[in-house]
T-cell receptor, first 114, second 120 residues
Framework: AQSVTQLGSHVSVSEGALVLLRCNYS??????LFWYVQYPNQGLQLLLK??????LVKGINGFEAEFKKSETSFHLTKPSAHMSDAAEYFC????????????FGAGTRLFVKA | GAVVSQHPSRVICKSGTSVKIECRSL??????MFWYRQFPKQSLMLMAT?????????EQGVEKDKFLINHASLTLSTLTVTSAHPEDSSFYIC????????????????FGEGSRLTVL
């Protein structure tokens, strides 16, 4: 069965510091991988995605993630945190067979300290 | 990218009444839409898959008669919470895929803004 694990329900960083949000997945078939961001009382917005090709993908707002097949990981990073990055981040896996079932991780809330 | 809009964003109702939430794809046609429920500080729980012109597919444990889903057109799906009770209070989110874009072939989802339901 497919699953997504986000390590750390809460991550706190100082403004200007590196952001690292961890995501590991399990899948019996090659997955498509996504990071979504959710601001309070809003829906989710796509940050970035990995489908095929280059394993380092860049997204909006300076975020990037690297797909590491050997580690079954898709960690999200940003070199320098900004106050506006404070939000909930969800890692998701989409499995292609049968209509793309999407599985979400539990989410990681990012706090950014001034 | 594709835009999905939900309405209302907030609704407060009395126990026993029914509430309808609309989900619209504004610039693309969506044959399939998804409805989620999100509890405070938790992830999204898929409730059902809404299929245009046919019955919705409900996830295990979701009451079909409680959460009525109608997908009458290619741009509109509605979720009706019938005879709402305080335990139905939650944040409901819809999403859809744009199959005309490359993302549609990878499972990329476009989300509505969410609707917060409070049942008194």
């Amino acid at each position: 069965a497919q699953s997504v694990t986000q390590l750390g329900s809460h991550v706190s960083v100082s403004e200007g510091a590196l952001v690292l949000l961890r995501c590991n997945y399990s899948s019996s078939v090659p997955p498509y991988l996504f990071w979504y961001v959710q601001y309070p009382n809003q829906g989710l917005q796509l940050l970035l995605k990995y489908t095929t090709g280059a394993t380092l993908v860049k997204g909006i707002n300076g975020f990037e993630a690297e797909f590491k097949k050997s580690e079954t990981s898709f960690h999200l990073t940003k070199p320098s945190a900004h106050m506006s990055d404070a939000a909930e981040y969800f890692c998701a896996v989409s499995i292609g067979t049968g209509g793309f079932k999407t599985i979400f991780g539990a989410g990681t809330r990012l706090f950014v300290k001034a | 990218g594709a835009v999905v809009s939900q309405h209302p964003s907030r609704v407060i109702c009395k126990s026993g009444t029914s509430v309808k939430i609309e989900c619209r794809s504004l610039d693309f046609q969506a044959t399939t839409m998804f409805w989620y429920r999100q509890f405070p500080k938790q992830s999204l729980m898929l409730m059902a898959t809404s299929n245009e012109g046919s019955k919705a597919t409900y996830e295990q444990g979701v009451e079909k008669d409680k959460f009525l889903i109608n997908h009458a057109s290619l741009t509109l799906s509605t979720l009706t919470v019938t005879s709402a009770h305080p335990e139905d209070s939650s944040f409901y989110i819809c999403s859809a895929r744009d199959l005309t874009s490359g993302g549609g072939n990878t499972g990329e989802l476009f989300f509505g803004e969410g609707s917060r339901l409070t049942v008194l």
